[in-house]
Structures are given as C-alpha cells and as structure tokens.
C-alpha cells in the first residue's frame, strides 16, 4: 500500500439520516402493505413513535387511521400516492394533507391533527428496478394556520374597512344635515336680533321723550316703572347684540396674525379703569405674552373675561385681577384671567358656557349669560379649549389655549 496515499473516509448516511432536520420515512414497495424499514430521528419524533415500535410493520398498521375519517380518505390517498410512484418511479407531491397522529396512551390516547406536505422519492437499483419508496414530510400546520388566520384577519379587515365607509358616509350625511340646520338656525337667529333692534330703540327713545317732557305728569312710582321699562329695553338690546355677534361667529372667517396678549390686556384694564374711576382694583399683567390667530376675536375672549373679572370684584374691598401665562405638563402654553371676586360652585360649572345661563341673579351681578358661551365659541375656532376653576367668596380662573397661536408655532 503507498503511504502517500489516504484512505477516503466513507460517509456516514445513516448518522446524516437519523440526525438531519427533514422528516424520513423509508418503505418497502411490497403492496397493500407498504412495510417500514427506516426513519429518520425527527419523523419519530414528530409522530411519537419510537423506531423499534413501526420497523417491519405496514405503514398504516404502524400509524392506523383515525376513528373520525369514517370512509378511510387519508389512506386510499395515501395508496393511490404509493401507486403513482410504483407505476411512474418518479417523484410525486401530494396536496398539503390533514394527518391525524396517534398519541401515546400515557399522554390520553386520541389524535393530534397536523397538516404535512407530503412528498414520495422512488428509490432504484442499478438496474432501475423500485426497491424503496422515501417518504419526505414538511410540517405546514403552523404556516397553515397562519394562513387561514390571516384570511380570516384579512376577512375582517375587509368587513371593517366597509363599515368605515359605511359611517364615514352617514357621518358626512349627519354633518351636512347639521351644518344646514346650522345655517338655518344662524340665519333665523341673525333676522330676529336684527329685527328687534328698531322696536327697542323706538321703546327706549319714547321712554326717554316721555320721563324728560312729561315727568311733571309722573309721580314717583310712575316714574321709576318707566325707567324700569327703559332698562329692561337697553338690557333686551344688549342680549341683542350677543345673538348677533354669536351668529356671526359661525361665519367668520380666523386671521392669523401675531398678537400682543400683553398690550390687549393693557388697553381693556385702561377701558375698565376710566368706566369706573371711583374703584380701586389692583391689575397684574404679565409682560411680553404673545400668540397667533385672529387679534380682533381673541380681544373678544379677553374683554369677556376681564370684564366678568371687573364684575364679580364689584364687592371687594381689595380687588385683583390677574391676567398671565403658564406652561402645561405637554408643553402647552396656558394663558388665565384670575380674580378673587365672588366666585360659584364648581358643581354649576358644565353649565358656565352655555348661552344664557348665569350664576347669579341680575339683582345681584348684572349681565347678559352670552359673553362666556362667545368666548367658548372664539376659543374653539382657535382650536383650543377653555374652562374655569372657582370657589365662593374666593375667586375665579378662567383658563384658555390657543394651540394655533403658540409663539413657536406663530408664522411671523
């Protein structure tokens, strides 16, 4: 023997065989019975078999069919596959199959249901003659399964996506019924306010013709119920004008313009201060606030606010109004008109921006019940929100936001 020469190593197909990952199963092509004379670590593994359990046994007395498949389908494909490659002696796949294994009485008895890819290997001599059959299994149960469950997500989705433009439609339906009612309503409220104005001011002016020529005529009483009537007249003409200006709100279009918060509230206190001279309120305005959106809708929402703040201090001794800024936990810039005026309950706070509705009596605090609901209106056009915080006898805070008017966020 030349030592220069190696001996090349032989291959070791059974330890390739019984540690490779594809699942094996080698028979006999002794028709009916299909003896098992081999398979790989992984089948049995896969099917809870142990290799000296099935070796020499038919395959479908080693793995017996389940009880359920009443008319033998799993078998008579099975066979009808063996025949094709006994006949053919070429490769055959199967469709993806339901394969029901055995399990083992210790564990409950009964059957797992898988579902494999099945595919038969002719196995020939050197003479070409069939002396095996190679049964290769790739187990598709969990890609099947995913399969159906994506069809079946797919499936929802589909029936979800319509009924988004199911409800999309009739929201767009209920918005436009909506925003034509609105219209309507804007239209009719904006007529009668407008329509009211004359008689008012007629009422108003033969009331005043009346007390200044012919007061002599008028006793006492007399002439106080007719200044009555003028009051409740002015007061009527007041209520008047928030209708019309809430109206117009809905149509009027926002400019976005940078606005100097800091100088609008300077010139109301001004405005408050030179009404009532006779009062001593102390004013703390924060300098340099600013922000964006429509200068003459936001010097509405501040008039309101410190007007309600000049109102409900009438009573104060040491009256204070605050108006400032702070920032929110998000970042969100928050501006506040802040008084330690009369005050009211929190509990009446859902109603506080509703048109018409007041806290306290006319005989009490006198105004319209608009002003707030005009500010809400303003505020919300701006994107923002507003509220109030407030205890008897201990003030009010009104809070507002313009998410469009942040100075960082303002177009300059």
Known sequence: MDPKKTETPEVDY????????????????????????????IYLASTNRKLEDIVGKGVFEAFPPNPSDMKGLMEKTFRA?????????????????????????????????????????????AKGRLIQLAQRVEDVTELLRLKR?????????????????????????????????????????????????????????????????????????????????????????LLVDGILNFARLSRQEIQRERIDLTGLAQALRKQLVSAERGRKVEFVIEPAMTAAGDPLLVDVVLQNLMSNAWKFTAKKDAAKIEVGQMAAENGE???????????????HAPKLFESFNRLHPDAEFAGTGIGLATAKKIIQLHEGRIWANSKPDEGTTFFFTLPIGCPERAAV
């Open 81 to 125: 596959a063996f025949a094709r490659v006994m006949e053919t002696k070429t490769v055959d796949v199967m469709p993806v199959q339901q394969y029901d294994i055995p399990r083992a009485e210790s564990e409950g008895g009964g059957f797992d249901t898988r579902y494999w890819s099945v595919t038969h290997n002719p196995i020939l001599d």
């Open 333 to 347: 810039t928050v501006f506040f008109v802040r008084d330690n005026g009369a005050g009211f309950d929190m509990q």
């Open 149 to 237: 469950r994506g069809e079946v997500l797919t499936k929802r989705f589909d029936q979800m996506e319509t009924e988004v433009m199911l409800r999309a439609r009739e929201i767009k339906d209920a918005n436009n019924q909506l925003a034509e009612t609105n219209r309507a309503l804007e239209a009719f409220s904006y007529t009668v306010s407008h329509d009211l104005h004359g008689p008012l001011r007629s009422m108003i002016s033969f009331g005043e013709i009346l007390l200044s020529d012919h007061k002599a005529a008028l006793n006492a009483e007399g002439q106080e119920h007719l200044q009555g009537i003028m009051d409740a007249g002015r007061r009527m003409g």
């Open 14 to 41: 059974k330890g390739i065989f019984d540690s490779g990952s594809a699942l094996y199963l080698i028979l006999l092509p002794d028709a009916p019975t299909f003896t098992i004379i081999g398979a790989s670590g």
